[in-house]
């Protein structure tokens, strides 16, 4: 079963741009869909983007869409988010997982294999 870690959060001013990485083990990620959820304090977890496992196909939030960039790097066996334009309103826990159903699913019940988690905080 693949597992995942997610890396790259931190603080950064809004405007400002960081790339996140989820690391996968014990699968290739070419086998697998992935997501990207993230959890902001007070608030339940919610859909960023997902991408196909041929990365052919993605899917954003409309309130991410324009400003973050799914993808993945096979030879690294390791999916990105690229985050640019960040409002403080993106501060968050942001977690990669696996989908168990289609990758358009924004029902966090529906996915699984979840990171720990990496800490995004932008500043105003």
């Known amino acids: 079963q693949v597992q995942l870690v997610e890396s790259g959060g931190g603080l950064v001013q809004a405007g400002g741009s960081l790339r996140l990485s989820c690391a996968a083990s014990?699968?290739?990620?070419?086998?697998?869909?992935m997501g990207w959820f993230r959890r902001a304090p007070g608030k339940e977890r919610e859909f960023v983007a997902s991408i196909s496992w041929s990365g052919a196909t993605t899917y954003y939030a409309d309130s991410v869409k324009g400003r973050f960039t799914i993808s993945k790097e096979y030879a690294k066996n390791t999916e990105y988010l690229q985050m640019n334009s960040l409002r403080p309103e993106d501060t968050a826990v942001y977690y990669c997982?696996?989908?168990?159903?289609?990758?358009?699913?924004?029902?966090?019940?529906?996915?699984?294999?979840w990171g720990q988690g990496t800490q995004v905080t932008v500043s105003s």
């Open positions: 014990g699968g290739a990620l070419r086998s697998y869909n």
């Open positions: 997982a696996v989908p168990m159903g289609p990758l358009s699913d924004p029902d966090e019940s529906a996915w699984g294999n």
